[in-house]
């Protein structure tokens, strides 16, 4: 299912709950062939129903339009017979009738008759009880059509027949968007993120100018205008205006409505006017409408996505969210959503709140996105994954620019002395505060392609002191950090950088599971010290080797051994989607904490994830496809299955800390879908496959015989052949 985020920006605004529940009555499939609704609309009287596209099933009447394609078509609400539409640089007129007839008319605009060659179009709509209609273009200019011409404008040019008599400046930016409330007043919505109001001469009566939602892309009422709004209704006491829901180019959807005076201030509620120099932004915050955020979700592309390690929450960062494309790196609390301190003076005195991990190459140039019309910078220094440690207290980060910089968090409080001197971190040491500092031990770059994977091992038995980092690259080499070791002074040490692949390229890697401890069952936290444990006793290690797997541009599934790098074993992995992008270990589901509330589950202790059991392995494909692996791999295509979860490229998958579901985000579409993990149903898929060598001589022809296929009795007949000779 789709993500929903819900966040108050400010005090104003808050989450508003669902007005009402809708249930379809009729739905038509199909009935442009394949090729989609590109706009459609009612008649006033909501008998008729007219959608621009192709071909319909069963339509009343057709017509192929001539010219360019249209993306806007509005009827007219004094005569549904009635239909204008237009494209970038074209307006048609159409007039229909029931006998299955339709009649194309382009109007009548003579750029001579006029100052300028108007904009490109964007939206196109009637005006109520006038014989009149508008389109609006990019420039926020209208043209006005109307029944009668410049040339004769006593004689009527008869229906469906229009020409320019005006234009009119009504936005500072370009109209996307343009309504009706009622008979009464012309709403528009602007890319500048504005609304305003009109009556039906076109004359200015109220404005929003800063809702900071966005550009505007489509405005509705909460009111059907079978009847007047009561003045207790209307969002303005003066004028009768309903409720007015906004959509917005950056995924918000806003609700409009009126605000509750306070006492005292019934005076100053007062409407702000064209004439007036005071626009609604001025206007006190009892008096203007309250905004209410109902819906605000991810309008960029998503790159990064991360779950709870012990809650049922997720977190999604891209490009319209919190994060930076500029080499920052801020670490913020996850409790309070605070930022922690960043670097720091010798005296504690805070110099910069964030880490700059990557400046910007001076080989960066602008381009043009193909589905944007703004310029996009190419981010060549951004970061492109964070990871910690196991024990919370390291912090590794790789950037574009292909280095690996590591942090250490460090506990400090009151010095011995009194420190002089000014600032928050002075006066947190001199109350004797204590506090968290993360340090920024140093930056390694090993590699010359993109990481595409960044691991922390934890300790195992013989080294129980020992936290070792591992960066996999496209460029076909294995790079291990040793982390304890490495210091301010120092620097990262990098152990060792060996090649692991020789012509395919590292696509995916992750740490393999199978040949850990199995971990204990989970326990409540205990609220009495736990007895101290010697090495040989302790069984938070991890065994003394430990694995990588890895997947690369051609299909294969390698598991090395994370010291020496060996491969140790190759198999065939799944083919369909494109080689894979993720791999994520899935621990094993608990079926007695699926039911668990959210405050049981915050008693709950979870063993460390090198202690947990796993039996599946998650991955996703380059193009849409996820899917689920179970462990040991070897090869077998009956213990893979996959599904297509996106219509475009996947960014990132991560599993809830139970490995009851899993989170995919589409990197163009900005969208995270949750998936229930049924890991029984790919259980039941490898039994039916066959046991032994049954799935693999399957796949010697595609008839599936096995034993009995013919490729196998001809390979047995050259085995005997050959031992004869």
Request: hydrophobic share 35%; with cysteine; net charge negative.
């Amino acid at each position: 299912m789709p993500h929903m985020i819900q966040k108050k920006n400010h005090e104003n605004v808050a989450a508003a709950q669902p007005q009402l529940n809708a249930l379809p009555i009729k739905t038509f499939f199909d009935i442009h062939s394949g090729c989609g609704i590109i706009a459609c609309d009612f008649s006033v009287d909501s008998k008729y129903l007219v959608t621009l596209g192709n071909e319909a099933e069963t339509p009343i009447c057709t017509l192929d339009i001539s010219g360019e394609p249209q993306k806007s078509l509005k009827v007219n609400p004094e005569n549904p017979f009635e239909i204008i539409s237009n494209g970038s640089n074209t307006v048609n007129f159409y007039v229909w009738d029931i006998g299955g007839s339709i009649v194309q008319n382009v109007p009548l605009l003579n750029s001579k008759d006029f100052s300028h060659t108007p904009a490109p179009y964007t939206f196109s709509m009637f005006i109520p009880t006038k014989r009149q209609a508008i389109t609006a273009t990019v420039d926020g200019d209208v043209i006005i059509w109307d029944s009668h011409s410049l040339n004769n404008l006593s004689v009527e040019l008869g229906i469906g027949k229009y020409a320019c008599v005006k234009f009119m400046k009504l936005h500072q930016s370009s109209i996307n968007f343009a309504t009706t409330i009622g008979h009464n007043y012309i709403v528009t919505g602007g890319d500048d993120g504005s609304i305003k109001i009109f009556d039906l001469q076109l004359r200015l009566i109220m404005w929003f100018e800063k809702l900071r939602a966005g550009p505007v892309t489509s405005i509705s009422f909460c009111s059907t205008f079978a009847k007047a709004t009561s003045p207790h209704e209307s969002i303005v006491s003066d004028l009768n205006i309903p409720e007015i829901v906004v959509g917005t180019a950056f995924s918000r959807v806003l609700l409009l409505s009126r605000r509750e005076p306070k006492r005292g201030n019934l005076s100053d509620l007062k409407l702000k006017i064209a004439d007036n120099d005071d626009s609604l932004d001025k206007i006190s915050g009892d008096d203007g409408p309250e905004i209410q955020s109902i819906l605000e979700t991810q309008y960029e592309s998503v790159h990064a996505l991360a779950t709870h390690p012990n809650l049922r929450r997720f977190a999604v960062g891209g490009y319209s969210a919190i994060g930076f494309a500029n080499g920052n790196l801020r670490i913020i609390d996850a409790n309070t959503l605070k930022e922690i301190d960043g670097q720091r003076s010798v005296s504690g005195e805070i110099m910069h709140t964030f880490f700059s991990l990557a400046k910007k190459s001076p080989t960066a140039t602008a381009a043009i996105t193909t589905d944007k019309s703004y310029y996009q910078e190419d981010h060549s220094e951004r970061i492109t994954q964070v990871s910690f440690s196991d024990c919370g207290n390291f912090l590794a980060a790789c950037d574009a620019q292909h280095a690996v910089s590591l942090f250490k968090k460090e506990g400090r409080s009151r010095p011995n002395k009194n420190i002089e001197g000014i600032g928050k971190a002075v006066e947190k040491l001199a109350s004797g505060e204590k506090y968290t500092v993360w340090i920024q031990i140093g930056k390694c770059k090993a590699h010359y392609k993109e990481i595409i994977s960044l691991i922390f091992i934890a300790p195992t038995a013989i080294e129980p002191t020992k936290t070792r980092l591992i960066s996999v690259s496209e460029d076909r080499h294995v790079a291990e950090y040793d982390v304890s070791a490495s210091t301010i002074t120092n620097g990262i040490k990098l152990i060792s950088l060996k090649r692991i692949e020789q012509t395919a390229r590292p696509v995916a890697a992750t740490w393999h599971p199978s040949l850990t401890l199995a971990s204990n069952s989970i326990q409540p936290k205990q609220q009495t010290p736990k007895k101290k444990t010697t090495t040989t006793e302790n069984s938070s290690f991890s065994p003394v080797n430990t694995y990588l797997l890895t997947c690369n541009s051609d299909y294969k599934i390698c598991l090395h051994n994370s010291t020496t790098q060996l491969c140790r074993k190759t198999t065939l992995g799944p083919t369909f989607g494109g080689p894979l992008k993720n791999l994520l270990v899935v621990p094993n589901n608990d079926n007695s904490n699926a039911n668990m509330n959210e405050e049981d589950r915050e008693n709950v202790e979870l063993p460390p994830a090198h202690q947990q059991t796993f039996s599946y392995v998650a991955y996703s494909s380059q193009e849409k496809v996820v899917g689920l692996t179970k462990l040991p791999l070897d090869g077998n295509p009956h213990r893979f299955m996959g599904l297509i979860a996106h219509p475009c490229s996947i960014s990132k998958i991560a599993t809830t800390h139970d490995g009851a579901f899993l989170f995919t985000s589409g990197y163009q579409d900005a969208t995270v879908h949750m998936w229930a993990i049924n890991s029984q149903v790919l259980d039941v898929q490898i039994a039916m496959g066959g046991k032994g060598l049954e799935p693999f001589l399957d796949m010697l022809d595609d008839s599936g015989a096995g034993e009995n296929g013919a490729f196998y009795k001809e390979m047995e007949d050259y085995f005997y052949y050959a031992q004869l000779r």
